[in-house]
DNA sequence: CGGTCCGTTGAGAGTGATCAACGTTAGTGG
DNA sequence: CCACTAACGTTGATCACTCTCAACGGACCG
């Protein structure tokens, strides 16, 4: 399975059926250009996406305007389940680069609950891990300082990034602007700023023009508010898949 | 199906078999006195639960020691599906009034996952559905002052427990302490105190001795950063669910 | 070569944290 | 039934982090 399809096969072996099935996605996807608002709070639901390629923000707004931004995906996250639940999308997916995406119709989706247990149940608990970030995320904001949500971010980003292979000696491409980052992590752009700049005095970081450069994983670890979750591997799979 | 198991039908009309599964839960169910630890961070995971009686809180402890409470958990809510996706706990899983829990072993939840279709697809949507209710959440964290956080928090619970006729005009029990509401919004159990006086004297809201009552819902209405999702109904669930 | 978006920096204001003390309720054992 | 104790709620004073407002520099794009 060639990347980023690869991480549908986390939980689960897949069978030959399974393997069609996905690539069947990936015949027909779509391109969206830099901006673009893939699917709008409010818009109906016309089942969910599969981002193959490039970042996509999760966001709400609120009454006051503000925009909470709740997930930066990266490719080979499935995106808009949480939607499913509601009568009209509850987030906005948007596009921070230029975007793949395969799109999974409501239509398709039931047939792959009924036909494919093995990626149904590997979706499954993709979701759940979502629900352990959010939790993640929503400590970092409610319990530390901005300098200690910047350091979670980054590390977990880098974290991120480094399972798709983007990652080099530490530098990771950084596509969001430090209004989005301050967006994400519930401080203003500007205070993200300082922050940053903050992370660079103290020789904890380097800044490039669209990336970041770790330079003390240690000292960034310290700061962070938490450690990274163990993510269950197959075997935990199995046992809940039966047999 | 007797309450609060009728919300496992909120997404699916169930089979007898299905029906027959629900009611198996409810004859092995175990008791927890109040502030019982059900399952801490870092524990085995031993299956999920289904919440029969009593309030349970989910919360992460981060290294500094602080506290953060990610869902409060009312009757007819399932427990623990996060930690499925990792190698132990994710959360701590708290009882804050004696509880009636139905425990549901990995082995059970795999034969659930193969044997019942609608099951198995209510509990997917509804654990969409919380994550719908942790972005939203976060949202107000990340997002909103002390007043607004606390008249968000206070309406939800308030829509929550009338679901299952716990509120009578716009009173409703309230069983946690400042302290934990304020583990809860991200802000000290000192300024909780103050905005929830300051919501008392504005007249929007009155504290009884574990109770609180709404005075005036528009006004709080009005405060809160957000509106309430509209939940998709059975029509959803059965174009998801094919045939 | 303009324009817009993004990043950067300064000064001042405000919300909420911290520290400290006291009142009140509830639970416990005599 | 009362005394005692601990947990919870309440209030004041001070401090710090982050927001707001404002201005400017730089980079990319048309």
């Known amino acids: 399975m060639q990347p980023p399809f690869h991480r549908l096969e986390e939980y689960a072996r897949l069978s030959p059926f399974e393997l069609g099935l996905a690539e069947g996605w990936d015949g027909s996807c779509q391109f969206f250009p830099k901006r673009t608002v893939i699917r709008r709070e409010g818009d109906p639901i016309d089942g969910v996406f599969f981002l193959k390629d490039g970042w996509v ?6 009454r ?4 909470q931004i709740v997930k930066v995906h ?3 996250d499935m995106l808009g389940f949480p939607s499913l639940a509601l009568e009209t999308a509850g987030e906005t997916l948007e596009a921070l680069s230029e975007v793949t995406l395969c799109h999974i119709s409501n239509h398709d989706l039931s047939q792959l609950f009924e036909a494919a247990p ?3 149940l590997g979706i499954f608990l993709s979701t759940q891990k979502e629900r352990i970030a959010l939790m993640r995320q929503l400590s970092w904001i ?8 910047m350091a979670a971010f980054l590390l977990d980003l880098h974290d991120r990034l480094a399972l798709s292979g983007k990652v080099a ?4 491409p950084m596509l969001l602007t430090q209004e989005q980052v301050g967006e994400l992590l519930g401080i203003t752009s500007i205070h993200v700023n300082r922050t940053i700049k903050d992370l660079c005095r103290s020789g904890m970081i380097e800044q490039g023009s669209r ?6 994983f240690e000292r960034l670890r310290a700061l962070s508010p938490d450690e990274p979750p163990t993510y269950a591997g197959e075997p935990r799979w199995r046992r809940l898949g039966g047999k």
């Open 211 to 216: 990336s970041i450069t770790i330079k003390s």
């Open 57 to 62: 923000t999760s966001s709400l707004l609120m």
């Open 169 to 172: 000696s530490g530098t990771f």
């Open 74 to 76: 990266l490719p080979g």
């Open 118 to 120: 093995g990626l149904s």
């Open 142 to 149: 409610g319990g530390s300082s901005s300098a200690e949500r």
């Open 64 to 67: 006051s305007g503000q925009k």
